[in-house]
T-cell receptor
Framework: KAGVTQTPRYLIKTRGQQVTLSCSPI?????VSWYQQTPGQGLQFLFE???????NKGNFPGRFSGRQFSNSRSEMNVSTLELGDSALYLC????????????FGEGSRLTVL | EDKVVQSPLSLVVHEGDTVTLNCSYE??????LLWYKQEKKAPTFLFML????IEKKSGRLSSILDKKELFSILNITATQTGDSAVYLC???????????FGQGTRLTINP
């Protein structure tokens, strides 16, 4: 069974641009969540989707948004990029809704110049 | 505010040593305590603990949860260089996939 797949793996943007990251969960998993990882703040929760509905959102500005499609694939978007948005963005999926461990993808490393 | 604190933040030991990593948590609507290992890629799942006092083991790794003291430890015996990684502790919340992560412990095993 394929793991969680994230694309692109690496990308470089400039301030003010926007970016869209994609996540394909493990087949059969309906829950997808997103995390931002930086050296200073560690892993921080962005949002969680289950059956196309956002169930929870972390403490991030409205520039960070996401969605989930009917096939459980998810995208997150960051608009008006700032230098501080440079981070590893990790997606995780889960097959039990709100129970069980999360399975992480390898992440999309975003650099904002 | 939910908080997970790990200690030490960094640890360097020799191959064959035994290490203990600590994790304390303050998580509203706590459901579970999870441990992950992260090398230069995706965090990989190690343990999920929901009941106090019941040790979980996987090879040389073991972990236990104390829900009264809001504390968990991860033990690694007979360490190997392949155990070098960042070990992440996270609190899981009832009714959500949201995990609250600690800062991680960077473990380095020298041959």
């Amino acid at each position: 069974k394929a793991g969680v797949t994230q694309t692109p793996r690496y990308l470089i943007k400039t301030r003010g641009q926007q970016v869209t990251l994609s996540c394909s969960p493990i087949s059969g998993h309906r829950s997808v969540s997103w995390y931002q990882q930086t050296p200073g703040q560690g892993l921080q929760f962005l949002f969680e989707y289950f059956s196309e509905t956002q169930r929870n959102k972390g403490n991030f500005p409205g520039r960070f948004s996401g969605r989930q499609f009917s096939n459980s694939r998810s995208e997150m978007n960051v608009s008006t990029l700032e230098l501080g948005d440079s981070a590893l963005y990790l997606c995780a999926s889960n097959d039990q809704g709100s129970t069980g461990e999360l399975f992480f993808g390898e992440g999309s490393r975003l650099t904002v110049l | 505010e939910d908080k997970v604190v790990q200690s030490p933040l960094s640890l360097v030991v020799h191959e064959g040593d035994t290490v203990t990593l600590n994790c304390s948590y303050e998580v509203t609507n706590f459901r579970s305590l999870l441990w992950y290992k992260q090398e230069k890629k995706a965090p990989t799942f190690l343990f999920m603990l929901t009941s106090s006092g019941i040790e979980k083991k996987s090879g040389r790794l073991s972990s236990i949860l104390d829900k009264k003291e809001l504390f968990s430890i991860l033990n690694i015996t007979a360490t190997q260089t392949g155990d070098s990684a960042v070990y992440l502790c996270a609190g899981g919340i009832q009714g959500a996939q949201k995990l609250v992560f600690g800062q991680g412990t960077r473990l380095t095993i020298n041959p």
